[in-house]
């Protein structure tokens, strides 16, 4: 079946560097999207959403592109900082449907 | 405090032995949902509810129940847990009924059950 996924598990900055990760979806329907961020022992937290006729939504640090054409979407994060290291998801909602579909993750670690 | 609560936080079991795992928001929202969270596959949705007394199917929902009687509570029932429910259980709320608004769904801190 079609999901969300990510093309690498894990990934490793230096503090002070920008972050780049990435998602691809394969479900064309996918109408909104979200990147969550989980800390260890605790649950997924809000960072940045964007809607399927937006192709770049801007936060504080935080950059979402979204290239429909290639079904890829990816979280920026400026000047990658300790307190960035989590567990990052990305989530689609695919039109009609009322839940989100969640990727597996990608853990980012900054080193000092 | 806007809060996600879920009880208890961990929780050992047997095979078999009924199990409720509580869920409470307190920002007044509609929506709610059970997830349940297992290394390499992410988040995978057991039961969502759009308001009281309207619960669906998510992906997963097979070995739970769910009820919503009230509008703050979402609770998730193991009525015969297995060892293949052993995992990590996040409830989740929205304001709005529509998941693919803009209202974020914020995350309860989790519950992490073992079935022996």
Request: glycine share 8%; proline share 5%; charged share 20%.
């Amino acid at each position: 079946g079609e999901s969300v996924g990510l093309h690498l598990p894990t990934l490793s900055v230096q503090e002070g560097d920008n972050s780049i990760i990435n998602c691809a979806y394969s479900n064309s329907a996918s109408d909104y999207f979200i990147w969550y961020k989980q800390e260890s022992g605790k649950g997924p937290q809000f960072i940045i959403d964007i809607r399927s006729n937006m192709d770049k939504r801007q936060g504080q640090r935080v950059t979402v592109l979204l290239n429909k054409t290639v079904k890829h979407l990816s979280l920026q994060i400026a000047a990658t900082q300790p307190g960035d290291s989590a567990v990052y998801f990305c989530a689609e909602n695919i039109a009609g449907r009322r839940a989100l579909t969640f990727g597996s993750g990608t853990r980012l670690q900054v080193q000092p | 405090e806007a809060q996600v609560t879920q009880n208890p936080r961990y929780l050992i079991t047997v095979t078999g032995k009924k199990l409720t795992v509580t869920c409470s928001q307190n920002m007044n929202h509609e929506y709610m949902s059970w997830y349940r969270q297992d290394p390499g596959l992410g988040l995978r949705q057991i039961y969502y509810s759009m308001n009281v007394e309207a619960t669906d199917k998510g992906d997963v929902p097979e070995g739970y129940k769910v009820s919503r009687k009230e509008k703050r509570n979402f609770p998730l029932i193991l009525e015969s847990p297995s060892p293949n429910q052993t995992s990590l259980y996040f409830c989740a709320s929205s304001l709005g009924a529509r998941v693919g608004s803009t209202d974020t769904q914020y995350f309860g801190p989790g519950t992490r059950l073992t079935v022996l």
